[in-house]
């Protein structure tokens, strides 16, 4: 009998057993964690103010790499919204604001300074370094958030990890074990991962009914 069981579960992994499993659909679960799981990233960075030594393309790079908390249920992909903007509205992005200085000494911008226009949308950590300010000098930046897959970028990726093994090579039982970066919880990645296999499942099935229906059948003399 198909079953899915918790085995581990961390704040940031989470590993399960899958039994009666075609090995492909184990996989797929490992790949769609990977590369197909929507989550927030910066995707567009507006400088205002850069004294720093560190040209803006370098900010907005490391800016982007920074893991956004997620919520799924109240966004969705820009391509898919019904704003049709390029600007987006409060369904597809969300706005991020920087505003810092050095005053006496050197300090390092971190990235619990950025503020978010949405209450849940807000840096995984607190402490990952953005740039380090000499006195006087300054960093202000406007950065937009937007959904994205693993496959459109490594910054859309939600997991550091996803490995699946096989105890015994002689039955349909695998270990997948999913490290998540803080985006999502594992919990939410399985979920997903498991929700969006099953549309493709869905999806690729209806397919194949249309086909049929379209296949001409031979005459018979």
């Given at each position: 009998?198909?079953?899915?069981?918790?085995?581990?579960?961390?704040?940031?992994?989470?590993?399960?057993?899958?039994?009666?499993?075609?090995?492909?659909?184990?996989?797929?679960?490992?790949?769609?964690?990977?590369?197909?799981?929507?989550?927030?990233?910066?995707?567009?960075?507006?400088?205002?103010?850069?004294?720093?030594?560190?040209?803006?393309?370098?900010?907005?790079?490391?800016?982007?790499l920074i893991p956004l908390r997620t919520e799924l249920e109240k966004f969705v992909m820009a391509h898919e919204c019904d704003c049709k903007?390029?600007?987006?509205?409060?369904?597809?992005?969300?706005?991020?604001?920087?505003?810092?200085?050095?005053?006496?000494q050197n300090r390092t911008v971190l990235s619990g300074e950025l503020n978010s226009e949405d209450d849940y949308v807000k840096p995984a950590?607190?402490?990952?370094?953005?740039?380090?300010?000499?006195?006087?000098?300054?960093?202000?930046?406007?950065?937009?958030?937007?959904?994205?897959?693993?496959?459109?970028?490594?910054?859309?990726?939600?997991?550091?990890?996803?490995?699946?093994?096989?105890?015994?090579?002689?039955?349909?039982?695998?270990?997948?074990?999913?490290?998540?970066?803080?985006?999502?919880?594992?919990?939410?990645?399985?979920?997903?991962?498991?929700?969006?296999?099953d549309e493709k499942i869905m999806m690729f099935g209806d397919k194949i009914k249309e086909l049929k229906t379209h296949v001409k059948q031979?005459?018979?003399?």
């Amino acid at each position: 009998m198909t079953s899915l069981d918790i085995v581990e579960q961390t704040y940031n992994k989470i590993v399960v057993e899958l039994k009666d499993v075609p090995r492909q659909y184990a996989n797929a679960l490992r790949r769609i964690a990977l590369s197909e799981l929507p989550i927030m990233a910066i995707d567009d960075v507006v400088v205002l103010d850069n004294s720093s030594v560190v040209h803006d393309e370098a900010i907005a790079h490391r800016l982007g790499l920074i893991p956004l908390r997620t919520e799924l249920e109240k966004f969705v992909m820009a391509h898919e919204c019904d704003c049709k903007s390029a600007l987006g509205c409060s369904k597809c992005r969300v706005l991020l604001y920087l505003d810092s200085a050095a005053q006496d000494q050197n300090r390092t911008v971190l990235s619990g300074e950025l503020n978010s226009e949405d209450d849940y949308v807000k840096p995984a950590s607190a402490d990952i370094p953005i740039v380090v300010l000499s006195p006087g000098q300054k960093l202000k930046i406007e950065a937009y958030a937007r959904l994205g897959i693993g496959k459109m970028h490594a910054k859309w990726q939600p997991v550091s990890a996803a490995i699946l093994k096989q105890p015994d090579v002689d039955k349909e039982e695998f270990i997948l074990e999913l490290e998540s970066i803080g985006m999502l919880t594992p919990k939410e990645i399985i979920d997903q991962s498991i929700k969006i296999l099953d549309e493709k499942i869905m999806m690729f099935g209806d397919k194949i009914k249309e086909l049929k229906t379209h296949v001409k059948q031979p005459s018979v003399k």
